[in-house]
């Protein structure tokens, strides 16, 4: 690592203000600050210097995102070779779906980072971080049939506007991946939602079939149409089920919530409040005896299907748009999970309630925490008075 270093420190003259590449600072400095830990000081003011920075949490929660990615890259091919009636073994519906989902990567990450290092050029800052992990999570949250083109219009509306026009990274309110689902849902809903969405249809590089009308429910879409879900449990919590690229298997899931939780990066409080309120809004519609499947779904499968554990784990527990009190934790994980289950229930139009159940609680997460701190300073005058 030192020769790295050395030669870094060598060639960063050309890169800073007057050298020839100076046009390329921010990308020189956006890939040094990657590789090491910057040593630069505060000169003025309070600051809590920590051995880790945002480009290393962020590259934790990559890792973290990782098993799903695998397992979602394999479920894609399976799917297909399930439903055409191809034959294969592992390793081709893997290959199968790397072939599938690396094209929707590169686009994420192309247009996104190609906006951040224009912004960053345009305002003379280093390339933000924030983008390391919304370029992994965008293409993992859509249909594997969603488009390249809408996709990268999706990708740049949500940069643009979602995060850049609020200052960057740690100033946006919703969570960038979100928005992206959230326009391609509200633009083009017919690449987002139906039976048509779920299942590779072509055949790549020889590998699999290609078909015609191929149609494949996810288990929402099953009960969204008040039909029962014909899904076991086994294959909701593996992950063998039509659905969003990354979203579908729990094991998956749950390794990038250890890997999350272990490392510190994400907080326990929300990510277990957000399980919590969905289990007893489920339970409770459950008991309410509404004439329904998906208001009777049981409260397990609920959380197993759809993006409620994605959700829970990888957006809900965004640092930046999440609650950042520790009793308001609580409250905004509790309410993201209740509301997930209700918009499910409720509006069967909208089946993937969390998405919409985050990004309405990214809203009154800053109302959240003043409460709390409102509440914390009132208690404390209080016994402050007391004491006197």
Not at 211 to 239: E, H, R
């Amino acid at each position: 690592m030192n020769a790295l270093r050395n030669y870094l420190d060598k060639i960063k003259p050309n890169f800073e203000e007057g050298g020839k590449y100076q046009a390329l600072r921010s990308v020189f400095d956006g890939f040094e600050t990657f590789l090491f830990v910057p040593n630069a000081t505060s000169k003025t003011g309070t600051h809590i210097h920590d051995a880790i920075d945002s480009k290393r949490i962020m590259s934790l929660v990559v890792i973290a995102l990782i098993p799903a990615l695998l397992f979602g890259m394999y479920n894609v091919g399976y799917q297909h070779f399930t439903h055409t009636g191809a034959e294969g073994g592992f390793v081709e519906m893997f290959v199968y779906g790397f072939l599938a989902v690396l094209p929707k990567i590169i686009v994420s990450y192309v247009v996104g980072l190609g906006i951040e290092f224009v912004v960053a050029q345009w305002k003379k800052e280093e390339i933000q971080e924030g983008f390391l992990v919304s370029g992994m999570l965008i293409p993992m949250i859509v249909p594997i049939e969603c488009p390249l083109w809408m996709l990268a219009v999706a990708t740049a509306f949500s940069v643009i506007f979602a995060k850049e026009v609020f200052g960057g990274t740690g100033m946006n309110i919703f969570n960038p991946a979100l928005i992206t689902r959230a326009f391609l849902f509200f633009a083009y809903p017919v690449k987002m939602s139906g039976d048509a969405v779920w299942v590779a249809k072509d055949s790549i590089f020889g590998l699999g079939n290609t078909v015609d009308g191929l149609t494949a429910a996810t288990p929402l879409g099953q009960a969204a149409t008040n039909v029962p879900v014909d899904a076991s449990l086994t294959d909701m919590v593996i992950g063998l089920i039509p659905g969003s690229i990354g979203e579908t298997s729990v094991i998956a899931i749950a390794i990038g919530a250890i890997i999350l939780l272990w490392t510190g990066v994400a907080s326990w409080k929300t990510m277990l409040s957000v399980f919590v309120g969905g289990a007893v809004m489920a339970g409770i519609f459950n008991a309410s005896g509404m004439d329904s499947a998906m208001a009777q779904m049981p409260w397990y499968e609920h959380l197993c299907v759809g993006g409620f554990c994605f959700g829970a784990v990888f957006m809900a527990t965004d640092p930046v748009t999440s609650s950042r009190t520790e009793n308001g934790k609580f409250v905004y994980g509790l309410l993201i999970g209740a509301m997930a289950i209700i918009i499910r229930v409720m509006n069967p139009g909208y089946p993937e309630g969390m998405m919409l159940a985050i990004l309405l609680m990214n809203i009154f997460a800053p109302l959240i925490d003043y409460v709390v701190v409102q509440n914390n300073i009132s208690r404390r005058a209080k016994r402050a008075l007391s004491n006197q």
